[in-house]
């Protein structure tokens, strides 16, 4: 049948018998710009509506519903208009997905393989405007991945571009992102620091108070008293002060017009609230209030001079892990006796602890080793070689001060089996020890490497 001269092209094709396909039209934005901007949801969805009408011959129907994500970056996953969009095709409500372009709807190469999987597992066509509109079937999939490849490659430029673009700008002294502190507002122009004099008078009162002497509780609660609160910024904040969110603020070098880059301070562009004299004062004043200092970390402790001598030897039987050591107080070498010392088997993230819980008292499995260790009982000890060692080595037990027994028992044990019933259930010495000492003559320990080098 020819057409009539007043009809189009698409009308040509309505009579027939097509099936209905609801398009449903996405669009992303990832700064709200204004609405002349030619990458903005609206202009999106109306090339798309546009692309949608000229596709009526096939049977492609426009749905009104509006899914539009604005300022979501592409690289998230989950987005609010998207997660919308996937329910909508769950409950069987879209039979095609149309976008401007693929990094309209993703720009990392592998979200877009899990994406294009699940719309293809849901029943549902992703079809592009730009870049590859068209194309169906495998010719699609093989377009849309080398747009995907792309997509994720601009991304990473703009990423790196972006990091200089804030790494000059700090080093410059410049504001590039973040929040408005308390005190500033930002600039509409060049978002630059401008000062805020509502907020710059509770600045001013928190470096005063601190340079007299006040500590930071007493100013937050000062300031909670008197109304204040913290700075809200986009929904978050307003809330009471406290006295390590007054530190923060009293430490920040901003307030005297500086900005921290490279573990250092530049000048800053902005105007600081207080001037140097006043926070110079107030920072004074908090290290002259530090009570306590932070101790260096001494060296680790020899064999011979840890209190525990089973540490990291004893393991239970009910889990195999090697149980840790606690005490009531601080222990030593020289008051090992004094303080209440246990070795105890304790959960981790993987497996709970035993239960009941296994604890036995330093005091009392110490003693037993040691015991267990001159007898060289033959059950425990099947092996000739570690038995006459230990009997060879029994005269001397009397002799030899706690630090020795320390180092022999480290030296020479590999491992103590304990369980909370039966006691002492096995004994497993180093073979190496054992050599060591047969190549010294039968003379004392000489010291032997950490484990994890022998």
């Not at 073979?431 to 190549?439: G, H, L, P, S, Y």
Request: aromatic content about 8%.
């Amino acid at each position: 049948m020819a057409p009539t001269s007043d009809q189009s092209v698409p009308e040509m094709f309505t009579g027939r018998d097509q099936p209905v396909l609801r398009c449903a039209v996405y669009t992303r934005q990832s700064v709200a710009h204004s609405e002349q901007d030619l990458t903005s949801c609206d202009v999106q969805r109306e090339t798309c509506e546009n692309y949608v009408l000229a596709m009526q011959y096939e049977g492609w129907q426009l749905l009104d519903e509006r899914f539009d994500d604005l300022g979501v970056s592409g690289a998230e996953f989950s987005r609010p208009a998207l997660d919308r969009l996937k329910s909508w095709c769950v409950q069987g409500r879209v039979d095609v997905v149309v976008a401007t372009r693929l990094d309209r709807l993703n720009r990392k190469m592998t979200h877009w393989v899990q994406l294009a999987e699940w719309f293809k597992q849901a029943g549902v066509e992703i079809v592009f405007v730009q870049g590859g509109a068209g194309a169906r079937g495998p010719l699609a999939d093989l377009v849309n991945n080398v747009v995907a490849s792309f997509a994720e490659f601009e991304r990473e430029l703009i990423r790196e571009r972006l990091r200089d673009g804030h790494a000059r700008m700090r080093e410059r002294g410049l504001r590039s992102a973040g929040r408005v502190p308390l005190g500033y507002k930002a600039d509409l122009a060049t978002r630059q620091l401008l000062i805020d004099e509502t907020e710059a008078d509770l600045v001013r009162a928190f470096f005063e108070r601190c340079a007299a002497g006040e500590s930071g509780a007493s100013i937050a609660r000062w300031a909670n008293e008197a109304g204040h609160r913290t700075k809200v910024h986009g929904g978050q904040g307003g809330k009471r002060w406290s006295g390590r969110t007054v530190l923060q603020i009293i430490r920040n070098p901003l307030y005297v017009g500086e900005r921290t880059y490279n573990g250092g301070t530049v000048e800053g562009v902005h105007d600081g609230v207080v001037d140097s004299d006043l926070a110079e004062r107030a920072w004074r004043a908090i290290d002259e209030r530090r009570t306590r200092t932070t101790a260096p970390r001494g060296p680790a402790l020899e064999w011979d001079r840890d209190p525990y001598m089973l540490r990291g030897l004893l393991r239970c039987v009910g889990c195999g892990r090697v149980m840790t050591t606690s005490a009531s107080a601080k222990v030593t070498i020289d008051n090992p006796d004094e303080v209440p010392r246990y070795y105890r088997c304790r959960g981790d993230a993987s497996r709970p602890a035993c239960a009941p819980p296994v604890q036995v008292p330093a005091q009392r499995i110490e003693p037993m080793v040691l015991d267990v260790l001159r007898k060289a009982n033959s059950h425990l000890f099947p092996d000739a070689r570690s038995r006459g060692l230990l009997e060879h080595l029994r005269p001397s037990w009397s002799t030899w001060s706690r630090a020795d027994r320390n180092l022999m028992v480290r030296n020479l044990v590999w491992s103590i089996r304990w369980h909370p019933r039966r006691g002492l259930v096995g004994f497993v010495l180093d073979d190496i020890a054992i050599d060591n000492f047969i190549e010294q003559g039968g003379e004392r320990f000489a010291h032997l490497p950490p484990r994890g080098e022998r």
